[in-house]
């Protein structure tokens, strides 16, 4: 049988393991919590997930300032754009180009 929980545990478990910055089966493999208990009591007692991730950088990357253009050659046709160049458009012209 497992652990009798108050409901001031349950709101403490849901805090800590907002704060963990654990996913919530990982949570509750870590404190051997059933998933499926903890989702129950967390629906039981009206505890919302917040909805702010945390977002973990996992890797710096170079911003260039100054992007190359785009340059297209197919044949003999060659083609310059702007970096800014919008997917759909730039999609469109390939599709034509082929």
Known sequence: ???????????????EQENSGSTIVGFCRQHQIPTATFYAYRKKLGVSQSAFIQAKITQQVKVFSNPEPICLNIGSAALTLPSTTPAPYL???????I
């Not at 049988?1 to 805090?15: L, P, V, Y």
């Not at 999609?91 to 180009?97: I, Q």
């Open 1 to 15: 049988m497992g652990t009798m929980r108050s409901q001031a545990q349950w709101q403490n478990i849901f805090k």
């Open 91 to 97: 999609a469109l012209l390939l599709r034509e180009f």
